[in-house]
């Protein structure tokens, strides 16, 4: 008890002041972000639905995948991942939503090779910038492609294949869903590489792709092994060898283009980004969770029976491995001839 009325006074200043440092501590946590804030704001995350764009139509391989992710999500954070298909421009138009979405984690994007390492050497107006406009979260899956030729072709190996462009100058006829997408630059990577003349054929669909080569119209396709494992399987195709840098684990027996050809490498990926600026603690609980899932036994099968390869990163790895890609695609861009747009 204070013993005089000055005595008294002094203790209620020490009151005020104490007050107003508590006030002042709760502003700045507000305003600053403190660690103690963003924790608690981090574990309430998702407390809405969160919107997850998929930058390619419906029923895709990338879409396929992204459903795939976006379920385990729901299930282990115990809320709704919706799956927003937007389509167009090679999957710029999609991937420059996000870019621009406001960055508090409720806006994300699946993202492809496509979209972030070969487009930006395709597109002078792209409407996002892959490195400056996202945060990384993790790489999630690589999905390998199969160079396929028609079983009346006589070529069972990539030297026979060699050979025979060498034979044909300009004849041998490869299928691709257009100019500057995975399967034109896998044609002109390995035309590159083999010195050698194919002729690069563009469709429309992927589909068509496929047809043409079981029929015979076109030589060679460098298909994704998920849509093209059934045709291997079925006989209407041969499997010549693979577009990444290892075997995969759906065809173990096929070999790797760059057996035969040293340096050669194309692969799909796949990964998650969020808008530049969203919270790290918010990036940490996805990556968290995701880099989990890719390791659980259930998700690791359902990615082996679509021809993938789970991934898996941290957010520093992830963004180092997205500029080594950037310069890489730049490189086969360039190679491919494939004029900017």
């Not at 979260?137 to 492609?145: E, F, H, K, Q």
């Not at 199969?146 to 990539?158: E, G, H, Y």
Request: overall charge positive; glycine content about 10%.
């Amino acid at each position: 008890m204070p013993s005089t009325a000055s005595d008294a006074a002094v203790c209620r200043h020490h009151r005020s002041l104490r007050g107003s440092t508590v006030a002042l501590l709760a502003s700045a946590a507000i305003g600053t972000g403190l660690p103690g804030t963003a924790l608690a704001q981090a574990q309430d995350y998702p407390s809405r639905p969160v919107r997850s764009v998929v930058p390619f139509a419906a029923g895709g391989l990338n879409d396929t995948l992204s459903r795939l992710f976006a379920q385990a999500l729901s299930e282990r954070l115990k809320a709704v991942f919706l799956i927003d298909n937007r389509p167009g421009a090679g999957g710029t138009i999609g991937t420059a939503i996000v870019a621009q979405a406001v960055p508090d984690g409720y806006t994300l994007l699946f993202s492809s090779s496509t979209t972030i390492a070969v487009s930006p050497h395709l597109f002078t107006k792209l409407g996002y910038d892959p490195v400056r406009d996202f945060a990384p979260v993790t790489s999630l899956a690589s999905v390998d492609s199969v160079l396929l030729v028609n079983p009346q072709l006589p070529a069972k190996t990539v030297k026979d294949v060699v050979a025979l462009a060498r034979a044909q100058p300009g004849q041998l006829r490869y299928g691709s869903v257009g100019t500057g997408s995975s399967q034109h630059l896998a044609g002109a990577l390995f035309g590159t590489l083999a010195k050698v003349d194919l002729q690069h054929v563009p469709y429309k669909a992927a589909g068509q792709v496929l047809a043409d080569t079981i029929n015979g119209s076109i030589s060679l396709d460098f298909e994704p092994v998920p849509t093209g494992l059934p045709h291997i399987k079925a006989g209407r195709l041969r499997a010549i060898a693979l577009t990444s840098a290892r075997r995969s684990l759906a065809l173990p027996d096929v070999p790797t283009i760059g057996e035969s050809l040293p340096g050669y490498e194309m692969s799909l990926w796949t990964g998650l980004l969020a808008p530049r600026g969203t919270p790290r603690e918010v990036v940490e609980r996805l990556n968290t969770i995701l880099t989990g899932v890719l390791i659980s036994a259930d998700v690791k099968e359902r990615l082996i029976g679509l021809g993938a390869t789970p991934m898996g990163d941290t957010p520093e790895r992830f963004a180092a491995f997205i500029r080594r890609e950037l310069v890489r695609m730049g490189e086969v861009v360039k190679a491919s001839g494939a004029q900017p747009q």
